[in-house]
């Protein structure tokens, strides 16, 4: 299992992004992908996920501000990220869940908002 993570870079604050995060191996066995991010200092913490049946779940500081989305064709997940803030700037990583309990990460994506 591989998660590859792209899109992160330096946007200003107000403008938007997209992150994406392709999967490979046992992509048929994922219950559940999402974002994490992780600024310096700080823990990591949930950002967005979205599960293979159900609804999405969102942090309430990207509310209104971001879609997590997938494309199972493509074994894809996106976060579209818009109206960023200073505060928006972390390493964000791509999880992804199995039916067998295995919990997987990406390598993180760094995604910098300049004010």
């Known amino acids: 299992v591989q998660l590859q993570a792209s899109g992160g870079g330096l946007v200003q604050a107000g403008g938007s992004l997209r992150l994406s995060c392709t999967a490979s191996?046992?992509?048929?066995?994922?219950?559940?992908m999402g974002w994490y991010r992780q600024a310096p200092g700080k823990q990591r913490e949930l950002v967005a996920t979205?599960?293979?049946?159900?609804?999405?779940q969102y942090a309430d500081s990207v509310k209104g501000r971001a879609t997590i989305s997938r494309d199972n064709a493509k074994n894809t997940v996106y976060l579209q990220m818009s109206s960023l803030k200073p505060e928006d700037t972390a390493f964000y990583f791509c999880?992804?869940?199995?039916?067998?309990?295995?919990?997987?990460w990406g390598q993180g994506t760094l995604v910098t908002v300049s004010s």
């Open positions: 979205i599960p293979r049946t159900g609804a999405t």
């Open positions: 999880n992804a869940v199995y039916t067998n309990g295995g919990n997987y």
């Open positions: 191996g046992s992509v048929f066995s994922i219950v559940r």
